[in-house]
């Protein structure tokens, strides 16, 4: 049984009297233990699908499964990492990734002693008691992580974390998500705008159509791993980056051609 299976998913907003289709017919198996890369144009809906999937939002018309049961609600077997950090600006590093667990009423000492673990595991150690104020980007990206890890959910739902970071920490993140979610045997639903980013962290990737967004390619990358930026240059990985590139590409045109119509 895959673990989150999309049947026929369609998301439709309606505003002041005007239906935008997010989402169509979306179709997706994703199996336990999974890296899940989704790529697609602007608007394609790739943040309602993860919204749906966390229990936002609701499909307007098909169903989510998680393990075989639809979802209802927001659940802990999801843990959503977004890009702007929503940290907690009041609280420190310790209190941003203890807060779950004091949700849970968890006792103090057990929650200090978990948090302190996720806290290492993200290499934040010795920054427990800033505040988020006091930390570059990368840091307040990290303590997300550490937050959501701390629930200890089955799965990472992350919707562009690393878009707001520089090259250098965005790569080293990269690394570190992989090196956790291999660790904890996590299965993850990750959207990116970089096709780099995509090739290096994932085991599927999935390209959507423009709106209203639908699976318009799902693609194993059967690259080896450990991956590195050095990979970048095989033709294996030119070969997938060409592949991916020409199927979005089609679709951002798409999107141009949309928005040209509706000013003409
Ligand atoms: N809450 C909402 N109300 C109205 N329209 C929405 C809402 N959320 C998303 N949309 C619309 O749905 C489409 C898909 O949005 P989104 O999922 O954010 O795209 P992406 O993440 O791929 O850029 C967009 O046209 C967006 O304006
Ligand atoms: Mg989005």
């Known amino acids: 049984m895959a673990l989150i299976e999309f049947e026929n998913v369609s998301k439709w907003f309606t505003e002041a009297g005007v239906t935008v289709h997010a989402v169509e017919n979306f179709n997706l198996s994703i199996n336990e233990g999974e890296f899940v890369c989704i790529v697609g144009a602007s608007g394609c809906g790739k943040s309602t699908l993860l919204n749906m999937v966390a229990g936002f939002i609701k ?5 989510i499964l998680l393990e075989g049961e639809p979802i209802t609600k927001i659940d802990p077997r999801c843990g959503m990492i977004f890009q702007n950090y929503a940290l907690f600006p009041w609280k420190t590093v310790l209190g941003n990734v203890e807060f779950g667990l004091k949700m849970k009423k968890m006792p103090k000492k057990q929650r200090r002693e978990l948090a302190r673990e996720y806290i290492q595991m993200v290499g934040l150690t010795g920054f427990e ?13 990290r303590v997300t992580i550490a937050r959501a890890l701390a629930n200890d959910p089955k799965i990472l739902l992350m919707d ?3 878009a707001a970071l520089d090259a250098m920490t965005r790569q080293v993140m990269q690394e570190e998500l992989l090196r956790i979610v291999h660790d904890r045997n996590k299965t993850t639903l990750f959207i990116t705008h970089s096709i780099d980013e995509a090739l290096i962290l994932a085991d599927r990737i999935v390209i959507m159509s423009a709106r209203p967004g639908r699976v318009k390619q799902d693609l194993v990358i059967d690259l080896p791993r450990p991956r590195h930026v050095s990979d970048q240059l095989t033709q294996d990985y030119l070969d997938y980056k060409n592949t991916i590139w020409e199927s979005v590409q089609e679709e951002v045109m798409q999107n141009m051609l949309f928005a040209e119509r509706k000013l003409a």
């Open 59 to 63: 499909p307007s018309s098909g169903r």
């Open 129 to 141: 008691n800033h505040y988020p104020s006091e930390l570059s980007g990368g840091m307040c990206q």
């Open 160 to 162: 562009e974390p690393f």
